[in-house]
Structures are given as C-alpha cells and as structure tokens.
Nanobody
Framework: QVQLVESGGGLVQPGGSLRPSCAASGSIPSIYGMGWYRQALGKQRELVATMTNGGSTNYLDSVKGRFTISRDDDKNTMYLQMNGLKPEDAAVYYC?????WGQGTQVTVSS
C-alpha cells in the first residue's frame, strides 16, 4: 500500500519561495505519473503541475515560469519548487501519484 506524506508548506511573504515535498512509502509503479493540485478556501481543487513517468511536464498557466515540478527517484520523493509566490497562490497543496493522494500541506502567502 503506497502512502504519500507531504511536508514543506508554510507562511511566506509575497515574492518568496517554498518547496513542498511528497515522500512515498511503498513501491511506486514506474508507469505512475505525478501531479500537484491545490485547493483554496471556497474554491474547487485545481491541477497545478504534472510530470509523466517519462519526465514531460505541464503547468497551470498562472504558475508557468514560477513553479517547477521535479522528482528524486532514489528518494521516492517529488517536489514543487514555488518561486515568486503571490497571495492568490495560497491554498492547501496536494500531491498525487497514480491513484494515491497526499494529506495536503498549507501554503499561506501574506505580508
């Protein structure tokens, strides 16, 4: 049974950076793609970034050029580097690999 454990959220000022991580326990099938989603208060969950098992990436238009999805296969961990954070980026961020979801990590952007 695969479990995903997230960390690395927090409070940051506008323009700041965070790098949430998502560590997987258990064996991850190599065919699984991965993604980061976010859900702001009162809004629907939206897809932020994806990476296929082959390494191709895709991003929500509003985060292109600021966010980068990556993975470390040796550590069974995926990351979301977030630079130039804006107040509208504030949300709970969730990782997903195949059908498995992380528990979510809160990102707050405020001065």
């Amino acid at each position: 049974q695969v479990q995903l454990v997230e960390s690395g959220g927090g409070l940051v000022q506008p323009g700041g950076s965070l790098r949430p991580s998502c560590a997987a326990s258990g064996s991850i099938p190599s065919i699984y793609g991965m993604g980061w989603y976010r859900q702001a208060l009162g809004k629907q969950r939206e897809l932020v970034a994806t990476m296929t098992n082959g390494g191709s990436t895709n991003y929500l238009d509003s985060v292109k050029g600021r966010f980068t999805i990556s993975r470390d296969d040796d550590k069974n961990t995926m990351y979301l580097q977030m630079n130039g954070l804006k107040p509208e980026d504030a949300a709970v961020y969730y990782c997903k690999r195949g059908p498995c979801w992380g528990q979510g990590t809160q990102v707050t952007v405020s001065s």
